[in-house]
């Protein structure tokens, strides 16, 4: 019996069967069918996960930091996270620590801690990219906010 491509959804049932799985790149899977189902749910759950991420993270971040833009010159999430709470760098324009913005800034990440998103957010000095990667890698976070682009906005493609 000869594959067939279907361009239409597949359906799998457990019934103790063995399924073969066929990505674009040809690789070739043969799993339990049980063990296709809880891959199917994990995909599922994590697009849930990152779409609850978005709207319920980072846009409230991305508007609290537009609210804040006098003091914020940039914020960004260093990625992966792994590990509870979610590490957020606040980069203030100002060289010196601003105590002002210290209040607003654990403010928020009260009102994140109460909605059930642990996070740590800390306050940096302006700084090169260089003196950045002291606290964190920018090429390996997300910038949330910065350099007066609205474009950037979580979620705007």
């Known amino acids: 019996m000869s594959p067939t491509t279907s361009t239409g959804p597949i359906q799998l049932r457990y019934n103790g069967g063995q399924v073969v799985v066929t990505?674009?790149?040809?690789?070739?899977?043969?799993?339990?069918?049980?063990?296709?189902?809880?891959?199917?749910?994990?995909?599922?759950?994590?697009?849930?996960?990152?779409e609850q991420f978005k709207n319920d993270f980072l846009r409230p971040l991305y508007t609290w930091c537009?609210?804040?833009?006098?003091?914020?010159?940039?914020c960004y999430v260093p990625l992966p996270f792994s590990s509870s709470p979610i590490k957020v760098f606040m980069v203030a324009k100002s060289a010196k620590f601003d105590f002002a913005l210290s209040d607003a800034i654990a403010d928020v990440e009260l009102e994140f801690q109460e909605d059930r998103w642990p996070c740590d957010v800390l306050q940096i000095s302006s700084g090169s990219p260089e003196e950045l990667q002291v606290f964190f890698d920018p090429a390996q976070s997300l910038q949330v906010y910065g350099h007066g682009d609205s474009s950037s906005a979580p979620g705007k493609s």
């Open 66 to 74: 537009c609210e804040h833009k006098d003091s914020i010159q940039a």
């Open 23 to 50: 990505p674009e790149d040809k690789d070739r899977f043969v799993m339990g069918s049980q063990h296709a189902i809880s891959a199917c749910q994990g995909a599922v759950a994590f697009d849930r996960f990152v």
